[in-house]
T-cell receptor
Framework: NAGVTQTPKFQVLKTGQSMTLQCAQD?????MYWYRQDPGMGLRLIYY???????DKGEVPNGYNVSRLNKREFSLRLESAAPSQTSVYFC???????????FGSGTRLTVV | KNEVEQSPQNLTAQEGEFITINCSYS?????LHWLQQHPGGGIVSLFM???GKKKHGRLIATINIQEKHSSLHITASHPRDSAVYIC?????????????FGEGTQLTVNP
C-alpha cells in the first residue's frame, strides 16, 4: 500500500548511544517532516524538508540531524541520545500544492 | 498561549450521541486539518479545510475563517470512534506545508 514507512517501530537506547530513524514515502511528495509527540503536548516539528536537497530546522531541532537522501527518503539521526529524547517520533509527507498530509505509524523511542 | 487551542481536552459520550470538538487558532492560515489517532496507532488525516464545510460518512468538519474557529462533529457516535482528535493549522506565512498542532481531544464513546 502507498504511504509513509517508518523503521524501527520501537527502540530502546542507552544515554549517549546514536541511532538513525528511517522514513520513506512512495507518493512522490515533495515535502517531508519529522515530528515528536510527548504527553500533554501537541506534535512538535523537529526538522522538515520542503523539497529534495533542502532541510530546515523546526521548533525543537537540538540534538537531532536529518538527511534528505533522495525524494523518497528522509532520515532522522540522534548522535548522542538523552533521556529527554524519549518520545514517539512521526515522519510525514505532503504534496505542497494540495496540502494533503500522510503520516507514518510512528517510532516509540525510550532512552534510559 | 498556544497558537492552536482545542476544547474539550477530554470527552466521554454514550453510543449514539452527537459529538462536537472545537478548535480555535490565533494566526492566519491557509488550511486546517483534522487528524485522528487511535491508541498505540498512527495518525490518520480526516479532513483538510480552507473554507466552509466537509462531510465524510458520520464526520462533519466546519471552519469559520473570520472567527478563526473550526469544529469537528461526529453524528451517531460509536465506540470505534474512541480516539484522540487533533486539530492542526498551516500558517499562511510559512513556506512548505508545516503544521502547528493542538494538544488533541481524547474522545471515549461508551457502549
Amino acid at each position: 500500500n502507498a504511504g509513509v514507512t517508518q523503521t524501527p517501530k520501537f527502540q530502546v537506547l542507552k544515554t549517549g548511544q546514536s541511532m538513525t530513524l528511517q522514513c520513506a514515502q512512495d507518493m512522490n511528495h515533495n515535502s517531508m517532516y519529522w515530528y515528536r509527540q510527548d504527553p500533554g503536548m501537541g506534535l512538535r516539528l523537529i526538522y522538515y524538508s520542503a523539497s529534495e536537497g533542502t532541510t530546515d530546522k523546526g521548533e525543537v531541532p537540538n540534538g537531532y540531524n536529518v538527511s534528505r537522501l533522495n525524494k523518497r527518503e528522509f532520515s532522522l539521526r540522534l548522535e548522542s541520545a538523552a533521556p529527554s529524547q524519549t518520545s514517539v517520533y512521526f515522519c510525514a509527507s505532503s504534496e505542497t500544492r494540495y496540502y494533503g498530509y500522510t503520516f507514518g505509524s510512528g517510532t516509540r523511542l525510550t532512552v534510559v | 498561549k498556544n497558537e492552536v487551542e482545542q476544547s474539550p481536552q477530554n470527552l466521554t459520550a454514550q453510543e449514539g450521541e452527537f459529538i462536537t470538538i472545537n478548535c480555535s487558532y490565533s494566526v492566519g492560515i491557509s488550511a486546517l486539518h483534522w487528524l485522528q489517532q487511535h491508541p498505540g496507532g498512527g495518525i490518520v488525516s480526516l479532513f483538510m479545510l480552507s473554507s466552509g464545510k466537509k462531510k465524510h460518512g458520520r464526520l462533519i468538519a466546519t471552519i469559520n475563517i473570520q472567527e478563526k474557529h473550526s469544529s469537528l462533529h461526529i453524528t451517531a457516535s460509536h465506540p470505534r470512534d474512541s480516539a484522540v482528535y487533533i486539530c492542526a493549522v498551516r500558517p499562511g506565512e510559512t513556506s512548505g506545508s508545516r503544521l502547528t498542532f493542538g494538544e488533541g481531544t481524547q474522545l471515549t464513546v461508551n457502549p
